[in-house]
C-alpha cells in the first residue's frame, strides 16, 4: 500500500507536466505523420471516436465508482444551489459565449459557430475529473451532470436554433441552420457518459455485495484510481493529433478562439464560486458547481460538428481547440479553487492539509 501509495503522489505532483508533455506529443504526432489524423478516425462510427471514446469511459469510470449515488438525492435539499446552478449554467452560460463569440470572432463565421456550439453544452465528463482533484463533492457533481445530460438531450436543438436562427440575426450576423436530432445527441450522452456510469454503478454494486465495503475501499479504490490520469492522458494526445497539424499552421486561428474560451471559463467559475458562497455553499459544493459550470461538453460539441460540417470545418476545428485550452486553464483553476479554500473555508493561522498541483 506505502508503494501504490507513492506512485499516486508521483502522478498527482506533475500531473501539469505530464498534460502539457501529452498536448506537445499529440501535437507533434499530427504535424509531423499526417496520416495518424486519418488513421484514428478510421476508427469511429458515425460521429463517435472509438479510441477517443474509450479514453473518455476510462478517464471518467474511477471517479463515478467513488460516488454514493444513495446521497445524489440530497442534493435535492439545497434548491438554492440548484436553482443558482440552472441559473448561470444554462442561461448565464449559452448568452456569455455567445457574446464572447460575436465580439471576438465575428469575421471569423465558422469558429464564431464553433463557440457557440461549445456554448450551449455544459459540461458532462471532464467536469467529474476536475472536481475530483479539487476535491469537490462528488455526489452533488454526479447528480448535477446528470441533469445536465438530460437537459442536453431534449434542448440542446432548441437551444442551437434559438442562438443560431435567431440571436445572430439580432446581432446582424447571417442565421444559420443546425441540423441536429434528439436521438443523435442522445446517442453521444449515452455514450461518454452512459456506459461509465451504468459500469460504475455495477461494479461499485457487485463489489460490495459479494467482497465488502472493506476489500472495495482498500484494494479496489486504489487500484483503479490511476486510470483517470493515465486515460485522460491518453484523450489528451488521441484528441490533439487529430488537429495537429491545423494547430501547428494556423497558431493565430488557435490564439483567437482561445482568448474568448479563457474568458469564458474564468468568468464562470469566479462568478458561480461566489455565488455559492453567497448562499451559504460549503467549499466542497461550491467547487461541484464551479467546475460543472466552467467547464464544456466538447465531446458532445465536436460530435455535432463533424456531424453536420464535416471533420475538416473550422467549426470542427474550434471544438478541437476547446480541450486545449480547457485543459490547462481547469488544471490552474485547481490550483485557484485550493487558494479560495485556504482564503474563505480555513480558519485564520490553521493550515491547510490540501495541497494545489
Same mark, same amino acid.
Not at 62 to 90: G, Q, V, Y
Not at 121 to 143: D, F, H, S
Not at 209 to 229: A, C, M, R
Given at each position: ?65 467513488? /460516488? ?9 435539499? *439545497? &434548491? ?13 452560460? &449559452? ?10 470572432? *465575428?469575421?471569423? #463565421? ?11 453544452? #455544459? ?49 446582424? /450576423? *447571417? ?26 454503478? /455495477? ?22 484510481? #490511476? ?32 482568448? &474568448? ?19 451559504? =455553499? ?35 476545428? =474550434? ?27 480555513? *480558519? ?10
Amino acid at each position: 500500500m506505502a508503494l501504490h501509495k507513492k506512485r499516486l503522489n508521483f502522478l498527482d505532483s506533475y500531473l501539469t507536466l505530464w498534460i502539457f508533455l501529452a498536448m506537445a506529443i499529440g501535437v507533434s504526432i499530427g504535424y509531423f505523420i499526417p496520416s495518424s489524423s486519418s488513421f484514428i478516425n478510421s476508427f469511429s462510427s458515425g460521429t463517435t471516436n472509438v479510441p477517443l471514446a474509450i479514453g473518455l469511459i476510462l478517464m471518467m469510470y474511477p471517479p463515478l465508482t467513488k /460516488i454514493d449515488f444513495s446521497k445524489i438525492p440530497l442534493m435535492f435539499e *439545497k &434548491p438554492k444551489l440548484l436553482s443558482a446552478s440552472f441559473l448561470i449554467t444554462w442561461i448565464v452560460g &449559452p448568452f456569455l459565449m455567445f457574446l464572447l463569440a460575436t465580439f471576438f470572432l *465575428k469575421d471569423y #463565421p465558422e469558429y464564431m459557430t464553433g463557440l457557440i456550439i461549445i456554448g450551449i453544452a #455544459p459540461c458532462i465528463a471532464m467536469v467529474i475529473v476536475w472536481n475530483e482533484l479539487a476535491e469537490g463533492n462528488r455526489e452533488l457533481t454526479a447528480g448535477l451532470i446528470g441533469i445536465n445530460s438530460l437537459l442536453q438531450v431534449f434542448f440542446f436543438g432548441l437551444y442551437a436554433y434559438f442562438y443560431l436562427e435567431i440571436m445572430l440575426p439580432l446581432f446582424g /450576423i *447571417k442565421g444559420l441552420e443546425l441540423n441536429i436530432t434528439v436521438a443523435q445527441i442522445a446517442t453521444t450522452v449515452g455514450i461518454y457518459l452512459g456506459i461509465p456510469f451504468a459500469l460504475a454503478i /455495477i461494479s461499485r454494486y457487485i463489489i460490495k455485495k459479494f467482497i465488502g465495503d472493506k476489500w472495495f475501499n482498500q484494494k479496489f479504490i486504489p487500484f483503479v484510481s #490511476p486510470i483517470t490520469l493515465i486515460a485522460l492522458l491518453f484523450t489528451i494526445v488521441i484528441m490533439f493529433s487529430l488537429k495537429g497539424e491545423m494547430i501547428v499552421d494556423l497558431p493565430l486561428d488557435v490564439i483567437r478562439i482561445a482568448i &474568448p474560451l479563457v474568458i469564458f471559463f474564468t468568468i464562470m467559475f469566479f462568478l458561480m464560486f461566489f455565488v455559492s458562497k453567497k448562499i451559504g =455553499a460549503n467549499y466542497r459544493d461550491a467547487v461541484a458547481l464551479s467546475f460543472t459550470a466552467s467547464g464544456n461538453n466538447f465531446e458532445l460539441a465536436i460530435a455535432v460538428s463533424i456531424g453536420v460540417f464535416g471533420i475538416n470545418s473550422g467549426q470542427a476545428f =474550434a471544438g478541437v481547440i476547446g480541450p486545449l485550452v480547457e485543459v490547462p486553464a481547469l488544471i490552474i483553476l485547481v490550483n485557484v479553487a485550493f487558494w479560495l479554500k485556504k482564503k474563505y473555508y480555513t *480558519k485564520s493561522g490553521l493550515r491547510t492539509e490540501t495541497k494545489p498541483l
